[in-house]
């Protein structure tokens, strides 16, 4: 369970504390300051500008919430902070005194000060119900049999760089499905993250011999083999990976990366001859498809590169990419997916209504994201079902009440058909979203299969 809120104002040195990735204890403050910081999240009376000023020459306070979490014998904090100065909030998640991850809130701009604290509030108390929240799924799936549900918990941690608690789900999830290609790719993605390369490229291979044509699967392979300078083996990885997708502007970039690091190590003669020309060409055709790529450390490489200085080229490249990868968005915990998951996480109606709402205006917005269609069908047919449930149950306590009925007798009995009606839908939509079951039933419809022609055989 969450602990209480704790709210302090903080020095820009102690902000520092954290922007370094240590997890500060909340300081000490006079009562004075305190009385104004928590009148300040009140919503009955909030103070001015002028009151949040301090006096002096030190800058206005930085304020800051921290709610302390623990799970599997580790201790987590949520820390949020506002600063007035640069007038932005952001929430930081803290795992064994390491930063984790940092969400950041919205630019401010001309709102008065006054009115950003209680938005810092919500902000903070959203990102620790969620974390929490991810907490307790983990703990109730402690004993499940369901791949697809440890794999989708281990994609929630792993979207807030939780990699030692996304790698425990994932390892389960392999144990119980061998063949789980997902969760084999997101193991291998693990151990990159935690510079573990030569475990990463087994279970990226493994991933990559199940689906031979991901190319996300055959670039983070690549990017394995590139670590631990195995050159001609990544640069075959993001070959086949650009060959698969060639609109995938990362197996172009990292193959530059590749000819400039094969010339370093120099590993390949064939690689080595003409670099120069191999390794701008791919740059080239990364930056058409992503033209931002062409940042100053992009041409900072490149101008290396014709100076023959190779290890500062491969750097400034490296960075170039670096600064252009976004700051990752943690996934929320969806009704819909846990739903697809596992049936004993089935929402309700009105959590899937708000997920169609929602979904619905992104369609809205954009109209041929096939993705986007995809999962507003997923939705539609999981509230049929719900929708099946409760029709089955208003026909049952019809006939409690008349068990003469005769129509509510005989649509009673065609919804629990198994081979028509809804199911065929349900099931369909299951077969395509959880191994586990689409194993199950693969099975189940080759056993109908044989004793079909059984009894064909003995008729």
Known sequence: ???????????????????????????????????????????????????????????????????????ADREYLVQ??????????????????????AVTGRDFGDLPTE????????????????????????????????????????????????????????DRAV??????DRALYNLGRCYLELNLYSEAAEYLERAVRLKPDFPDYLNRLGEAFME????????????????????????????????ILNGIRREDYRMHVDLKRKAVDMFEKAAVIVPAIRNGKYFLGQRYLEEDRLSESYAAYAEARKALS????????????????????????????????????AVKIHPH??????????????????????????????LAIN??????????????????GMSVLVKATLRGSRPEVRAALDRATEAGKKRKNHEQAKS
């Not at 698969?244 to 590749?258: D, I, K, Q, S």
């Not at 009925?405 to 198994?418: D, I, T, V, W, Y």
């Open 403 to 420: 068990p003469e009925f005769g129509a509510a007798r005989r649509n009673l009995k065609l919804s629990q058909n198994e081979d028509k």
């Open 369 to 398: 994201y096939a993705d986007l269609r995809f999962r507003l069908a997923q939705s539609y047919t999981i509230l049929a079902q719900l929708v099946h449930r409760r029709a089955m149950g208003e026909y049952d306590r019809a």
């Open 228 to 259: 631990m300078s195995s050159c001609r083996k990544a640069v075959d990885q993001f070959r086949r990976a650009a060959q698969a997708n060639a609109y995938f502007w990362e197996p172009y970039y990292n193959m530059g990366l590749v000819f």
């Open 80 to 101: 949020s902070t506002v600063d007035p100065a640069s007038r932005r909030m952001r929430s930081d998640i803290f795992g064994e005194g390491v930063r984790l991850m």
């Open 115 to 170: 009115r950003i604290f209680p938005q810092l509030k919500k902000m903070h108390e959203r990102t620790t119900e969620e974390l929490d929240r991810i907490f307790k799924l983990s703990q109730s799936a402690a004993e499940t049999r369901e791949p697809s549900l440890l794999n989708y918990i281990g994609e929630l941690f792993s979207s807030r760089r939780m990699w030692l608690e996304a790698r425990r789900e994932f």
């Open 175 to 180: 144990l119980l499905n061998p063949e789980y």
């Open 1 to 71: 369970m969450p602990a209480k809120d704790e709210l302090t104002p903080a020095s820009s040195e102690l902000a520092g504390q954290a922007d370094a990735g240590r997890m500060d204890p909340p300081a000490e403050t006079e009562d004075v300051a305190e009385q104004i910081l928590q009148t300040a999240l009140s919503a009955e009376s909030s103070p001015t500008a002028a009151e949040l000023e301090t006096t002096g020459e030190t800058p206005a306070p930085l304020l800051r919430l921290n709610t302390r979490l623990r799970h």
């Open 326 to 361: 976004a700051q990752p968005q943690p996934i929320p915990v969806s009704p819909l997916d846990l739903s697809l998951c596992s049936e004993r996480f089935m929402p309700t109606e009105a959590e899937l209504s708000a997920e169609i709402t929602r979904l619905r205006e």
